[in-house]
């Protein structure tokens, strides 16, 4: 009964801080409330018995992919969104979109409200660490290694984005580019 | 009320729906890629849901592969953002129309 | 009446525990506050403060008092809601991992059905964890990664130079450190084959080496230098020093917000402490105590417990000796350090662990 109640409170705050984030225009504040959700969304997770996920949500998207936007705000010292001057027609695709989206999210829950219940198994165990650790290792090896590779190569890209490039690197670029459109100096 | 299935669906479908009219919305680049963040966070709950409410693993994998891919684009779009940011001074996605006509 | 009881019981119980644990945990960090102004005395020569009581063990309140009453500045163009709301995300990230420390074992030798309108029946055990979840070792990593929110955003919103570099040096350095941390913990979950923290002792009891120090001593080692660079203690304390950025991202805090960043930093070199010690020293675990007293009985975890706690304050010690002892590092070297050589330590500790882990098993 309090683990029924606890879930909507945390829904309820993942919403408002949801409306939060898109509401303000100041960029970090936006960001502070996307950190709000993600807590929300973890301690979710917790009651759907998922205690893995729920750390690891805390861990990867609250402690680095916001702590890197955070970063990134403060670093550019961003300003205040502001309101659309031109396509001022973005508004109501938007509106209408939203409208769109919400009526489909309740026809779905509708539906599957009235399809017939299948009983959760009280001692079903597929959140546990070791079934996770099991399941990547043996069925799911290849997506993990994938996704390894995939990590590697974004690594790599994060830094060379962001190099500065000396003088003598900058004339090599500019010339391999101008070789390549075939031009002269 | 307990909250069974279709709860958790309503739930995700409604932060999904935020997600997606945050991203018409917004702006700057980094509004956008958090309203992104937002999406791909309701579609983890549905994998998360569905995991628990037929007893699967794969449900949990796959928000594990979601989560791992989202940290990838965060890091590659972000360092796209600033590299942008050296050159035209603005985040702002209408500046980045170098490519048009 | 009775059913209200019934259903009430588990709360109480739960809400007793986590104000001892919280009032226990307040209660060392203040105590490590004066411990710190006495040792770095001693150290350099000198008494530390001793007017306040005898041997000044009052000295804490007195600090307490005086955060209270000192004048609140508000910096004038700083973002209000983000300024006050970076030393609660900073203290309250520090305290959380508090639910999930295990104290001491279970007490399993009281008859619980002497309790009354039975609310004893089926309790065979008295946990001395106010949570035992399954990945305690991820919270705790969660959590402290949450911590670097306080700093970065108290950096950023007192609008101030000194505030703004030391809040982004220190928040690099924090998720620097992080990996290095989270790396070496992997060799001894390893080890235990769980990510509980109670298992992870239960485990350290089973092994012949009774103390995971002794299989992962680089682990421990790489651990202990990460848990420095986390709490910002020297030798990493370089976004806080006087001499170099003023305060750092405290600078434009007083009284009250500054205690609880105060308080953050010891709270959060307890938090350290206590893993190093479940992790690497066994936590509650003496071993030969088993021969002394009878296991789940009351004097075996209380004296566990002290055990616990003594392990704890050694830890407090090592950390304020080397603070009077050691000079600190640049940010540039620090950088370097933790990038290029902690985190490649750390990973080849995982490589050996997996490999010798793989040909015992086999």
């Known amino acids: ?96 979109l939203g409208v769109i989206l919400l009526a489909q999210t309740f026809f779905i829950f509708y539906a599957v409200m009235r399809a017939p219940n299948v009983p959760v198994a009280e001692d079903q165990t597929a959140g546990r660490t070791i079934d996770i650790g099991r399941a990547m290792y043996s069925e799911y090896l290849l997506p993990v290694e994938i996704v390894g590779v995939l990590l590697m190569m974004a690594v790599i890209g994060g830094v060379i984005l962001s190099r500065k490039l000396t003088q003598p690197q900058l004339e090599l670029v500019v010339d391999n580019e101008m070789e390549r459109r075939g031009e002269d100096h | 009320m307990e909250p069974g299935l279709a709860t958790y669906l309503a739930l995700s479908g409604v932060l999904f729906t935020i997600g997606c009219v945050g991203v018409i919305f917004k702006r700057n680049a980094i509004g956008m890629f958090m309203c992104i963040e937002l999406m791909l966070n309701a579609v983890n709950l549905t994998f998360v849901a569905f995991s628990r409410y037929y007893s699967d693993t794969t449900g949990q994998l796959f928000v594990f592969m979601v989560m791992s891919v989202a940290a990838a684009e965060a890091a590659v779009g972000l360092g796209i953002i600033i590299a942008f940011f050296r050159n035209s001074r603005s985040v702002d996605v209408d500046d980045a129309s170098m490519l048009r006509n | 009446m009775e059913g209200v009881i019934k259903t009430a019981f588990p709360f109480i119980v739960l809400s007793v525990g986590i104000l001892l644990a919280f009032q226990g945990v307040l209660m060392i960090v203040a105590y490590t506050v004066l411990a710190e102004r006495k040792v770095l005395g001693w150290i350099q020569g000198r008494i530390g403060p001793n007017r306040v009581g005898p041997w000044g063990v009052l000295q804490p309140f007195a600090d307490l008092l005086k955060f209270i009453f000192k004048e609140d500045l508000v910096p004038d163009k700083s973002t209000k809601f983000i300024y006050f709301l970076a030393p609660m995300v900073a203290l309250i990230a520090a305290l959380m991992p508090i639910v999930v420390y295990p104290f001491g074992p279970a007490i399993t030798s009281v008859d619980w059905t002497l309790l009354p309108f039975g609310l004893g029946e089926g309790i065979r055990e008295l946990p001395l964890t106010i949570a035992r979840i399954d990945v305690g070792v991820l919270f705790v990593l969660g959590i402290t990664s949450v911590g670097v929110y306080g700093i970065a955003l108290a950096g950023w919103s007192s609008n101030s130079k000194y505030s703004l570099m030391g809040g982004l040096r220190s928040s690099a350095q924090m998720i620097s450190y992080e990996l290095a941390m989270g790396a070496s913990v992997i060799g001894v979950v390893m080890l235990a084959g769980t990510l509980d923290l109670n298992g992870i002792i239960y485990a350290q009891q089973q092994s012949p080496f009774r103390w995971y120090i002794i299989p992962q001593f680089v682990g421990f080692i790489v651990f202990l230098i990460a848990a420095f660079a986390e709490t910002n203690r020297v030798p990493f304390d370089l976004p806080e020093a006087e001499t170099e950025l003023v305060a750092g991202f405290h600078t434009e805090y007083s009284a009250l917000k500054f205690a609880l960043f105060f308080m953050a930093e010891y709270v959060n070199m307890f938090t350290v402490s206590v893993m190093c010690t479940v992790l690497f020293l066994g936590g509650w675990y003496v071993p030969g105590l088993s021969h002394l007293f009878e296991v789940g009985s009351i004097p075996y975890a209380l004296v566990s417990h002290l055990a616990f706690i003594g392990k704890i304050c050694a830890f407090l010690f090592f950390y304020i000796w080397v603070r009077g002892t050691l000079p600190r590092f640049r940010f540039d070297q620090l950088m370097n350090f933790g990038w290029k050589f902690l985190l490649p330590v750390a990973i080849a500790n995982v490589i050996v662990t997996i490999v010798v882990v793989y040909f015992l098993n086999s």
């Open chain 1, 1 to 96: 009964m309090v683990g029924n109640a606890l879930f909507f409170v945390f829904a309820g705050l993942a919403i408002a801080c949801a409306i939060s984030m898109v509401y303000h225009r100041n960029p970090l504040y936006s960001a502070v409330s996307l950190v709000g959700v993600f807590i929300a969304l973890s301690c979710i997770y917790v009651t759907l018995a998922a205690p893995f996920i729920a750390a690891v949500q805390i861990l990867i998207y609250a402690g680095a992919i916001m702590v890197l936007v955070v970063f990134v705000i403060m670093l550019l010292n961003l300003d205040e969104d502001k309101p659309l001057t031109r396509l001022r027609y973005l508004y109501a695709i938007g509106a209408g």
